[in-house]
């Protein structure tokens, strides 16, 4: 399981975009310094309350300089052709790859926003198609030293992509899925799909992963398949020294989980192509119980809490999670990360290397002891036994004529 600290500068009122990107920023080198894979953060535009990431491809390699080993995932691009040309894209993610190191990954999408959609004068039915065709000329700009591109929305002629990336084939490339028919599309393609978020539960994540391996086994994959089934907890993570100060933190997260998914059933009604978005209307964000326990869209609670929920993540077969830290105090999102850096991730990481109670050791050792000093006793007879034949051999060569000449 890879563990993935997601983003995107929510910023609370009083304060300023200025202090809260110095926040992140801290906020980015702890979770490499306590363990963390990767950070993520959206490409989020004119939005109000919930996200201030408005540029990732600056802030990323502001935090490339600063850090060695922690990977970073746009997460994620949206490929309307209006806010992103998808050549664009793949010139800045190649050179992301080479000021990295090689520690970049493209997550895209088909934004989830009327705000943004609105402002850049984006028609909600043509963003499936735009995203679709500029997945492909990304992967043909990174895959061909000359590629070209002739579609509905592109039409680009043979040309050569200029840097080169470093990572081979490319950088990784994953899909945001928000339904069935996207999530087979992503295996299709052999690209990860990014999973859940739209708060539908543990069975409506395990029906899609589901679907993903067997769209993957069966597809025919004309690139390097980059498969990879990564969990977005879009509600939060909030790890505490207790589940009851956790939960009391968490609460507040509700706020920004309905601005966030305010335009989910305009979009539904614009156009089919955001035809499941709507069912954000069946669930009651009021239940704070189904959100925290349930909804696959939170993870909240101290360590050992967390590692139980981050368990029905690892059971389902993810390979990832994307979990948004943010909306809180810095403070508290610091000490969230330490905490769960410090005792959740090891669990799965190196569960050998996690030093357990005393009592806990002194039981297992107890609970072994049977079992050894029956192996024991069992060695010992077999040991006499043994003795007594080779006793009675050498007692008899030398009672025997023939052995003694």
Avoid at 92 to 109: F, K, Q, Y
């Amino acid at each position: 399981m890879r563990f993935i600290l997601f983003s995107e500068g929510e910023t609370q009122p009083g304060h300023t975009h200025a202090q809260r990107y110095r926040e992140l920023i801290d906020e980015v080198i702890l979770a490499e310094k306590v363990g963390f894979d990767a950070f993520g953060c959206s490409e989020q535009h004119v939005a109000i309350g919930t996200a201030a990431t408005s540029a990732p491809e600056v802030i990323f390699p502001y935090l490339m300089a600063l850090t060695s080993r922690i990977q970073f995932i746009h997460l994620i691009t949206p490929l309307p052709l209006r806010i992103n040309h998808a050549l664009r894209v793949a010139e800045r993610l190649a050179t992301e790859d080479i000021l990295s190191n090689g520690r970049v990954a493209l997550g895209v999408g088909r934004g989830n926003t009327t705000l943004a959609l609105r402002a850049f004068e984006v028609s909600p039915e043509e963003t499936k198609s735009q995203q679709m065709e500029g997945i492909e000329v990304i992967r043909r700009a990174l895959s061909n030293d000359i590629f070209s591109f002739v579609g509905e929305h592109y039409k680009i002629p043979p040309r050569s992509l200029v840097p080169k990336h470093v990572q081979q084939p490319y950088p990784p490339i994953l899909m945001a899925t928000g339904s069935m028919d996207s999530v087979a599309a992503a295996a299709r393609m052999g690209i990860g799909a990014m999973m859940g978020g739209g708060y539908g539960g543990f069975g409506s994540l395990q029906r899609m992963a589901d679907l993903y391996d067997k769209e993957l086994a069966s597809a025919q994959h004309v690139y390097p398949v980059q498969a990879q089934k990564v969990a977005v907890v879009s509600g939060g993570m909030h790890c505490a020294e207790t589940t009851e100060e956790a939960e009391r933190w968490a609460t507040t997260l509700t706020d920004s989980v309905l601005l966030s998914i305010d335009a989910y059933e305009r979009l539904s009604k614009l156009s089919a192509d955001y035809g499941s978005m709507g069912k954000v209307g069946n669930i009651d964000f009021r239940n704070q119980r189904y959100l925290f326990d349930e909804s696959a869209s939170f993870i909240v609670g101290n360590p050992k809490a967390c590692i139980a929920q981050v368990q029905r993540f690892v059971d389902i077969g993810l390979d990832a999670i994307a979990m948004r830290v943010d909306g809180l105090p810095h403070k508290e999102l610091m000490k969230s990360i330490e905490l769960f850096g410090n005792y959740v991730i090891p669990t799965f990481k190196n569960p050998r290397s996690v030093v357990r109670r005393s009592d806990e050791i002194l039981a297992d050792i107890r609970t072994a002891r049977p079992a050894h000093y029956a192996e024991r006793e069992a060695y010992e007879r077999a040991a006499k036994k043994n003795g007594e034949a080779a006793a009675k051999k050498a007692d008899e060569s030398v009672r025997d004529p023939a052995a003694l000449a």
